[in-house]
């Protein structure tokens, strides 16, 4: 009798014990802030950073690239390396619930899935790319309405463009991505082929890349090739150029030796040195306006 009564207590116990576990392990396997917005965001590019501040999930930041500028929040956060070469352990001392990223860094992004981080990796060379980005960013950190904002605000600027210009004679741009200021020549300049980006800014602002059919997205062109192209219009983007120790003057001045270029017959020669120029993200959109004043000034 007392063996069955032993039994049955420990019978009893064990159902206890097992109903605990179960609910103990339920309560475990329900995801704590999967559904929720991530409270701890790492930026892996300054476009991407951009973005995040730009829709209204810049408190979340805790982390950003070596090369982010802009805003000035940045200016206080942790870095954690570059775009190419991040710094792993930073990036684990920062426990970062989600980590956004661009779809060209291949390497890094693998690393980091190995690593068992979130990632959301969105693409940035094309125009299609920021505003899929715009929208993906905001989904996935909570901002979904500024994100919608944003798109909308940039597609109408888009589209009011395209509306403007369809009727106009468009003139040949040639946008110089790079070159070696200061030589006192024309040689090695990168300029802005058949790429997703440049190319489409130049059309929305009624112009044409007049190397839009030159070699691969950024060729590197000679005096005599510019020569050939002939542009009506050359647009140098020199976001850093304090650094450079040149001027705006000082470069214009360099093409004044190609004479037989309309662009240059003209004095067509322009300087752009703001800090989006480079940086595909929300704010490199205002080139659509910048390249259309220029046009404009251009007729004159």
């Known amino acids: 009798m007392k063996k069955s009564k032993s039994l049955i ?5 064990c159902l206890i014990i ?15 802030y999967r559904n929720e917005a991530p409270q ?3 930026s ?39 775009f190419l070469d991040p710094d792993f352990e930073k990036i684990i001392t920062l426990s970062p619930q989600l980590i956004i990223t661009r779809t ?48 909308l605000k940039i597609e109408r600027l888009i589209h009011a463009n395209k509306t403007k210009t369809t009727l106009t004679k468009k003139p040949k741009i040639m946008l110089c991505i790079s070159r070696n200021f200061g030589s006192g020549s024309i040689k090695d300049v990168y300029v802005a082929g058949n790429d997703k980006l440049y190319d ?31 542009p009506d219009i ?26 037989f270029i309309k662009a240059v017959e003209k004095n067509n020669i322009y300087v752009i040195t703001k800090d989006y120029a480079v940086l595909p993200g929300p704010r490199i959109f205002g080139l659509i306006t910048d390249f259309e004043q220029i046009i404009n000034e251009s007729k004159k």
Not at 65 to 70: I, M, R
Not at 210 to 230: D, F
């Open 9 to 13: 207590i420990i019978s009893v116990i």
């Open 18 to 32: 097992v109903v605990v576990a179960v609910i103990n392990g339920v309560k475990t396997k329900t995801p704590t």
């Open 40 to 42: 701890k965001i790492v």
């Open 44 to 82: 892996l590019s300054p476009s991407i950073t951009e973005v995040v501040f730009a829709i209204g999930a810049g408190k979340k930041v805790v982390g950003v690239t070596a090369f982010d500028k802009y805003p000035k929040e940045v200016e206080s956060l942790p870095r954690v390396g570059g």
């Open 104 to 151: 060209d860094n291949i390497q890094a992004n693998n690393k980091l899935k190995r690593l068992g981080f979130k990632l959301l990796a969105v693409e940035h060379t094309s125009i299609e790319g920021i505003l899929n980005s715009i929208s993906e960013i905001g989904t996935a950190t909570g901002c979904t309405q500024k994100a919608k904002m944003l798109r």
């Open 200 to 230: 489409k800014i130049i059309n929305f602002a009624g112009g044409i890349n007049a190397c839009h059919n030159v070699g691969n997205k950024y060729p590197k062109l000679s005096a005599e090739n510019i020569e050939q192209i002939n």
């Open 234 to 259: 050359i647009i140098e983007l020199v976001p850093k150029i304090r650094g450079k120790k040149v001027t705006s003057e000082s470069i214009r001045k360099e093409w004044h030796k190609l004479k």
